[in-house]
């Protein structure tokens, strides 16, 4: 706990500094810091975060007590810069009073302006400044935010509108007036009084006219609002402990609002949109700071050529321009040099992009803050290379400045932004895979794929997915569905395809038979509109414009600085040629999962899949899986050849069988025609696969161990494939996975089976190839006996998706049924399923990589689970010592900023 409670600034001196944020808030430590490198803002002082601790601590009278002298004194120095008095009426100080945390929560605590008015103040201001209107205006404003922030008069009903804005609404419709600014001197004066009155009544408790007791007032209150209720939640989402607290900056006003050589504004050192490098604002001449925010009146461009590409977009010309909505560049030149002066040097100060707030007063520049401005992924990439370029940052800052996350949104296309400001919300689901996409609904896989063929872009609308989707997920912009997590099947497919999808929004109601979905209350039908944010889960009623991404040279560069400094290697899962290309190109190192069952999306396969699920005897999967061999083995040649030269990781089949299955008639009946039995027959056997719980049934090695000839076959295929590569020239690396392990003897059984194949394919080619066979480590029991399994595995991959589901005992399909309420209550912070939970199931993680590594030192590990592509996530990898983490294609470039940031955090 500091001793020192209040630090001054003013006047080029300054007691706090940049770097003194935890004890200032962000904010009083750079209105410190702007005093002492030369920048004009107007005197004031910060009482510190611990205040307001002890604030709850001790109370009202305690703390004011603690800090009387010394914000007297604070007072006193403001008043000798200013050369004004507060409360006195002849040459009155008005104050702000701001609030400020070290991290920066917009809007979530309280702010009171205009501070030290009352009646006398108020008259002698007129006095003073001949200007009437401005003085009960900001009189008025003052009474309301003092009434609302201070003396705590809300609305009685949640529903019940704010009580300030009835008398107002009144007030206005008694003249017949509909802006608050067409009021006049009479009727403000009137406002003024009528708060007064209505505080009273309210509340029971009466406005302070002495400026000293309105100051108290409002410190206090301001140090109790960091226990708002907005504020407590917003530090819940971001982390933020509450016993941080925030501080309090009181600051001498100062008026854009005193005349036509007043003016107020906003503006950034770049473009936060583009990155550009171009200074940029809006301003009003003769306004208060709310009303560039509020939008009662234009606000005007800060630069000229800002002001002539606004211009060019509203179809004004340019003497129109010039004539009516002048820069500041041209209509305030001598000021707009000084700001642009002062803008250079706080982001060459800061070293980073600046977002600052300004006033003119009667030709006077004030500066009332600046901070790190917020931007968009392009422009944070753009930005932190450009700088970089500048020479005004190194390459590790350059590379910790960019948020991996936000690298999303420079890899899928994108809403327009103005046509987004105006769509209507339907509905949310889970963000399942990421991107914007926009088309007409249809209900079916096929349908998806005719209109695609006929020229429409369409929306899938589905309870869940099935693998038979697969083409209709690919034809369409994007998916939704009723059901399923972020590792349902639809997720995972639209991830690897970097198709925009949401999924799991439980608010849907879909009909298959009358093709329409119910959303919102509202019936939707085929061939409607609807757009889907696959970012943020949100839902939106008819068409809204995307457009596609475009990588710029500055990513690419990122991107190369990003291994530089990483250990951890970046691979991707893959599944078809396709999909590695993709990844190869966004530097993926090699393929860390391949789901073989994924391949048997296709038309022809599925037959021969099923035929082998459905055979009843050894003999008619032998017959169905010498149908499949071909086609895997092509599969397999596909993607080893996209990889050439560079891992790829095959596993064996997996997945519950009852997924593959055909459960309508149709299909059946198809099948019973391809396999000449009759219906009953199939029917009996689809029958006998249903499971109580798949998830937990017979999947995984659990089928190869049943069914020795699917290994067999699969591994003829994945080496068959690898000798043909090899005798061509190529460098084919495959590498043969076994899946859900729980026993060291389960993998030992797999592995017999995949060698002795390999031998007979080697001396059927007569080629030796090196290749490793390896496990997932997914059952919480094989995470427990790693060093026993790494006796035999040559390598583990973390399937974190199952060891999810299997350490937390929430079926991953299922959990969109529970998720949101123990989100919106706590249980959860997150969702176990997307951000790997480190202290569960990262725990078994990390020590299955430790025992593991005891028994084989050079044991390589990496990570396959949905987590492979999830920023913290991928960086607990990296500091636990795995060689590589996989993901889909587009979230690679994701993957490698985090996973060199994680190397730089070490
Ligand atoms: C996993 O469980 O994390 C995994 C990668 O396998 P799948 O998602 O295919 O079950
Ligand atoms: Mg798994």
Not at 587 to 600: D, N, Q, V
Request: proline share 4%; hydrophobic share 40%; with cysteine.
């Amino acid at each position: 706990m500091s001793e020192k409670r209040v630090y001054t600034f003013g006047n080029g001196k300054a007691e706090g500094r940049a770097d003194m944020r935890n004890l200032l808030g962000g904010k009083g430590a750079n209105l410190a810091e702007m005093n002492l490198i030369g920048v004009p803002v107007p005197p004031g002082f910060t009482i510190t975060t611990d205040v307001c601790t002890e604030y709850f601590e001790k109370g009202h009278d305690a703390v004011v007590a603690l800090l009387k002298d010394d914000v007297e004194k604070a007072v006193a120095h403001i008043e000798s810069l200013m050369n004004s008095k507060f409360g006195d009426a002849e040459n009155p100080l008005l104050v702000s009073v701001r609030s400020g945390a070290r991290a920066s929560m917009p809007g979530m605590m309280d702010t009171i302006l205009n501070l030290g008015l009352n009646d006398e103040v108020a008259a002698g201001m007129v006095e003073k400044t001949g200007n009437a209107h401005f003085v009960y205006d900001s009189y008025r404003r003052f009474v309301q935010m003092y009434g609302d922030v201070v003396l705590e008069m809300k609305p009685e009903n949640k529903e019940d509108i704010d009580p300030f804005e009835e008398i107002i609404e009144k007030v206005k419709a008694e003249r017949g007036v509909k802006l608050d600014k067409d009021l006049n001197v009479e009727e403000l004066k009137k406002l003024v009084t009528l708060f007064k009155e209505a505080i009273k009544t309210r509340t029971g408790k009466a406005f302070p006219d002495d400026p000293i007791e309105q100051l108290w007032g409002a410190i206090c209150a301001v140090f109790r609002s960091w226990m708002n209720e907005r504020a407590i939640l917003y530090r819940k989402m971001e982390g933020i402990p509450d016993e941080w607290g925030t501080a309090v900056s009181v600051m001498a006003m100062v008026f854009g609002n005193m005349g036509d050589t007043s003016a107020t504004g906003v503006c950034f050192s770049r473009d936060a949109a583009t990155g550009e490098n171009l200074f940029n604002g809006e301003y009003l001449v003769n306004a208060q700071g709310e009303d560039v925010v509020a939008g009662i009146r234009t606000p005007q461009q800060i630069t000229k050529i800002g002001s002539q590409r606004w211009a060019e977009r509203a179809g004004i010309s340019e003497e129109d321009r010039v004539a009516n909505y002048p820069s500041m560049e041209e209509a305030m030149p001598e000021i707009y040099k000084q700001l642009n002066e002062i803008q250079d040097k706080l982001e060459h100060h800061y070293h980073d992009m600046q977002d600052m707030e300004f006033t003119v007063q009667e030709g006077k520049l004030w500066f009332l803050q600046t901070r790190n401005g917020k931007r968009t992924g392009t422009a944070m990439v753009k930005i932190a290379m450009d700088l970089l370029h500048e020479g005004m940052i190194d390459e590790k800052t350059a590379i910790m400045r960019c948020e991996p996350q936000k690298l999303d949104e420079l890899l899928h296309p994108v809403f327009d932004k103005v046509a987004l400001a105006q769509a209507k919300v339907l509905t949310q689901g889970l963000p399942a895979s990421p991107g914007a996409a926009c088309g007409q609904i249809v209900f079916h896989a096929d349908d998806a794929e005719s209109w695609h063929d006929d020229g429409h872009q369409v929306v899938m609308v589905r309870i869940e997915t099935s693998p038979e989707d697969l083409a209709g997920m690919s034809a369409a912009e994007g998916i939704l569905t009723a059901r399923g997590g972020m590792t349902s099947h639809a997720a995972v497919v639209a991830r690897g395809m970097g198709k925009c999808c949401v999924s799991g929004a439980g608010g849907i109601n879909v009909d298959y038979k009358s093709k329409t979905v119910e959303i919102d209350g509202k019936v939707f039908h085929e061939g409607d509109y609807i757009s889907l944010n696959g970012s943020t889960g949100q839902v939106y009623e008819g068409k809204i414009q995307t457009k596609a991404a475009e990588l710029s040279g500055d990513f690419k560069e990122l991107m190369d600085l990003c291994d530089k400094y990483t250990k951890l290697q970046v691979r991707t899962n893959a599944d078809t040629p396709h999909d590695a290309q993709v990844a190869r190109a966004f530097g993926a190192k090699g393929i860390g999962l391949t789901r073989t069952e994924h391949m048997f999306f296709d038309d022809k396969k599925i037959v021969a899949m099923r035929e082998m699920i459905l055979a009843t005897n050894a003999e008619g999967r032998e017959k169905a899986l010498a149908k499949l061999l071909p086609y895997q083995k092509a599969d397999f040649k596909g993607i080893l050849e996209a990889m050439d030269g560079l891992s790829v990781n095959i596993r064996l089949l997996d997945p519950p069988l009852h997924e593959f299955v055909p459960h309508d008639l149709a299909g059946q009946e198809t099948m019973a025609k391809e396999m000449g039995v009759d219906l009953k027959t199939i029917q009996q056997r689809v029958a006998s696969l249903a499971e109580n719980n798949p998830m937990l049934g017979h999947r995984g090695c659990r089928l190869g161990i049943t069914f020795p000839e699917i290994t067999a076959m699969q591994t003829r295929a994945i080496l068959s494939a690898a000798c043909e590569l090899k005798k061509e020239g190529k460098d084919p690396k495959p590498e043969i996975m076994v899946p859900l392990i729980g026993t060291v003897a389960e993998f030992k059984q797999q592995k017999e089976i995949i060698e002795a194949t390999a031998k007979e394919v080697f001396a059927e080619y007569g080629v030796e190839l090196e290749f490793e066979i390896g496990t997932m480590i997914e059952i919480p029991r094989a995470a427990l006996t790693a060093d026993t399994i790494a006796s035999e595995a040559q390598y583990f991959s973390f399937g974190t998706n199952d060891l999810t589901q299997m350490t937390f005992g929430y079926s991953r399909d299922d959990i969109a049924s529970f998720l949101p309420v123990y989100l919106d209550k706590k249980i959860l912070k997150v969702d176990p399923f997307q951000v790997l939970d480190q202290e569960g199931v990262g725990q078994l993680v990390k020590m299955a990589v430790e025992k593991g590594h005891k028994v084989r030192p050079n044991l390589r590990t990496g990570i396959c689970g949905e987590h492979g592509g999830e920023p913290s996530s991928v960086k607990f990898c990296a500091k636990i010592g795995m060689d590589y983490a996989s993901c889909s294609p587009f979230r690679v470039p994701i993957a490698r900023l985090a996973a060199a940031q994680g190397a730089l955090e070490e």
